[in-house]
């Protein structure tokens, strides 16, 4: 192979990978400025960061560790479709038993309120108003004896005896479950912080501004010096020009010189021959 041949196939594999990082670097980009959009919006405490109607959150506690196939546990991503005024009673008229749900609740493993995402066990009418009693996989699997059985644990007078179960009425019901990244939660929990706020996303931003600063002055520099020397090559080529048209009125004047001489030259001898 040619070292020209080199050189081409070399250039070549350079700008795939340019083209690489770049569409790396610019996706990242726009999933940290999503991201923190997101967070942003949240008008609560216990709000679910989304947008577009699309959210996440990062699982807590092992609560819905199990083994189904949409059983998450600690640290894991979760993502959720959230509901809103324009949507919210016809999402949560179509929920039915084993879907997920998210809703606000008081988690006493933590001793604290969070956001609880757990299955939909049974959907209970009571008093005309929809009921929703979940609970978390691993509880479930746990030990049959924890496991919600309507016969068992509902009375319609006493209401729910199983203390494993949450009671979620449709009106809390924040958003709905609609898939997970494995152990990605952590990440996005450090993002949440101030420390990782900085560095996940305004840094990245901050240099990803400067990069293409510095790529504009560059090229306005490239282009810059690209007209200085169209303008240097115009001026040689006037000069080149000029220096022909000098030569050739130079050798114009010498043709004329000798005509003139042998024309002198002749008359001379025509008329000593005289």
Known sequence: MSEQKVQVQEKK??????LCVNVVFYALIVVLLLFSIANLNKKEEFDVPSIFGKGFTTVLTPSMEGTQDDSFTVNDLVFLNVLNDRNHDKKVSKLEVGDIITFEGYNESINQVILNTHRIVDIIDYNGQTIFITQGDRVAEMNDDYKYSREDDWDPEVGLLNDRCELVSADDVKAIYSGKWVGAGKAFKFIQTSNGFLLCIV?????????????????????????REEEHAVEMEKMRQ?????????????????????????????????
Do not use: C, D, H, S
């Open 13 to 18: 594999w350079y700008k795939i990978t340019k």
């Open 203 to 227: 840094l990245p931003i901050a240099i990803f501004f400067v990069v293409e600063l510095l790529i504009v002055i560059l090229n306005f520099m490239k282009i810059k010096q690209g007209k």
């Open 242 to 274: 000029e220096q022909q048209r000098l030569l050739e009125e130079e050798k114009a004047r010498i043709r004329a010189e000798i005509l003139a001489e042998q024309a002198r030259k002749q008359e001379e001898e025509e008329n000593n021959n005289n």
